[in-house]
T-cell receptor, first 113, second 114 residues
């Protein structure tokens, strides 16, 4: 069975600093997709970044980047130059089929001034 | 575009009552889905649809019914609400053509069953 694990329930970082959120997953699939979603206090789910498993190059989106280690089944999210607006829950998600999207339990990130 | 809309935003039910959570999207997306979010458990897939007239079960379908008569609408029905269905419900849609496509989520409905 596929699983997604986020081992950090809560993290905090000072504004302008860098923080890394961890995510590991377990699968026997070879082709799949990985996502990080942000959920601010408004409750809206927002896609932050995505990675295709067959691509070795790590995805980047402005201040957000991932460290994708396929052999280790690890998919961490790095947020550079943290901003107060980054305060949110962050969910790692794994998908290998149309009806098979698995979310982790989330990491609550607090950015303080 | 309004994106994905959900109504109501909040709802309180008594055990045994029925209700329908509404979901609509104006992006002409074929794929729509319903998730529930419980504390400490992330989001779990309830039901999904790959097009009008086609629905299928996700990870936690028991106690919920869906139908898809149009591309735009995908209502979720609770036939006999139970306290275990207290949760936040999200509807999402995606343009088919690949798993890589982004899922767009609605704002959620917070449901409390007493």
């Amino acid at each position: 069975a596929q699983t997604v694990t986020q081992s950090q329930p809560e993290m905090s970082v000072q504004e302008a600093e860098t923080v890394t959120l961890s995510c590991t997953y377990d699968t026997s699939e070879n082709n799949y997709y990985l996502f990080w979603y942000k959920q601010p206090p408004s409750r809206q789910m927002i896609l932050v970044i995505r990675q295709e498993a067959y691509k070795q190059q790590n995805a980047t989106e402005n201040r957000f980047s991932v460290n994708f280690q396929k052999a280790a089944k690890s998919f961490s999210l790095k947020i550079s130059d943290s901003q107060l607006g980054d305060t949110a829950m962050y969910f790692c998600a794994f998908e290998w089929s149309t009806d098979k999207l698995i979310f982790g339990t989330g990491t609550r990130l607090q950015v303080f001034p | 575009n309004a994106g994905v809309t959900q109504t109501p935003k909040f709802q309180v039910l008594k055990t045994g009552q029925s209700m329908t959570l509404q979901c609509a999207q104006d992006m002409n997306h074929e794929y729509m889905s319903w998730y529930r979010q419980d504390p400490g458990m992330g989001l779990r897939l309830i039901h999904y649809s790959v097009g009008a007239g086609i629905t299928d079960q996700g990870e936690v379908p028991n106690g919920y019914n869906v139908s898809r008569s149009t591309t735009e609408d995908f209502p979720l029905r609770l036939l006999s609400a139970a306290p275990s269905q207290t949760s936040v419900y999200f509807c999402a849609s995606r343009d088919t053509g690949g798993l890589y496509n982004e899922q767009f989520f609605g704002p959620g409905t917070r449901l409390t069953v007493l």
